[in-house]
């Protein structure tokens, strides 16, 4: 338990036989050091980084919005193992065909399908044929539509999660990009204060004697520029 003039160090003690109830918690001697013990930074040294924190304060998770698509992936994703399972092959059948039976009065299989086999029956009457089998397709594109789906909720440029980038221009590509862009342009400005406290928390555990309340967390621009647009953007300036 960090506080601002001592941390202490809590240890359960070892349970006994046949003894009922929680372990008491209490601060003593542990690892050899007596506790509690001072805090030399005098703060709190755990700091807070808050994710898309809303009016009140509240930190909320990058993967909240999208955890029903994933959801749906899932679930799309099990039903295509089944299917690959039991109907992803062509079922052959055949009628009017008198099956061999064992000593047991079991029946065998009659046919082995193979490349180098041939099914043959003597009697005119058998007939051969087969299923289709189950077309996979629909699922994988059900996968795709919904990693799209997340890929606009988010703001991610879709290349990104399916991998399908072909003869595409920078203009193109920097357009897709600016939804990622400006969300993190949007993250930076709660955790851009979290990231000045964890400096001087730094400084003063390395004992700097500067002026910790002038730390400003400057990010580096997010929008991704090749040489030639920088270069052209400064002869222009």
């Known amino acids: 338990l960090y506080l601002p003039d001592a941390v202490y160090k809590y ?62 992936i899932n679930k799309t994703l099990i039903d295509r193992l089944m299917a690959q399972e039991f109907s992803a092959f062509r079922q052959r059948w055949a009628t009017g065909y008198e099956l061999p039976e064992d000593d047991d009065g079991q029946p065998l299989e009659p046919f082995r399908a193979a490349v180098d086999r041939l099914w043959v029956a003597e009697d005119s009457a058998v007939k051969f044929g087969e299923f289709s089998a ?23 440029p879709a290349q990104y999660l399916l991998g399908q980038l072909s003869n595409v221009n920078g203009e193109t590509l920097k357009a897709s990009e600016s939804g990622l862009v400006s969300k993190v342009r949007q993250r930076q400005r709660p955790l851009g204060e979290g990231m000045e406290e964890v ?17 400003e967390t400057i990010w580096r621009n997010p929008e991704f520029r090749t040489e030639g647009e920088l270069v052209d953007a400064l002869v222009k300036m």
């Open 199 to 215: 400096a001087r928390l730094a400084l003063r555990a390395a004992g700097s004697d500067r002026d910790l309340s002038r730390i």
């Open 11 to 72: 240890e359960a003690p070892a349970p006994k036989s046949g003894a009922a109830g929680k372990p008491k918690w209490s601060a003593r001697q542990v690892d050899g050091e007596a506790w509690p013990a001072p805090n030399p930074l005098g703060l709190v040294s755990l700091v807070e980084l808050p994710n898309r924190p809303d009016l009140l304060g509240e930190a909320h998770s990058e993967i909240e919005d999208v955890l029903d698509i994933q959801d749906r």
């Open 134 to 156: 189950t077309d996979l397709t629909p699922y994988l594109r059900a996968v795709e539509a919904d990693v799209q789906h997340m890929a606009a909720r988010t703001r991610t």
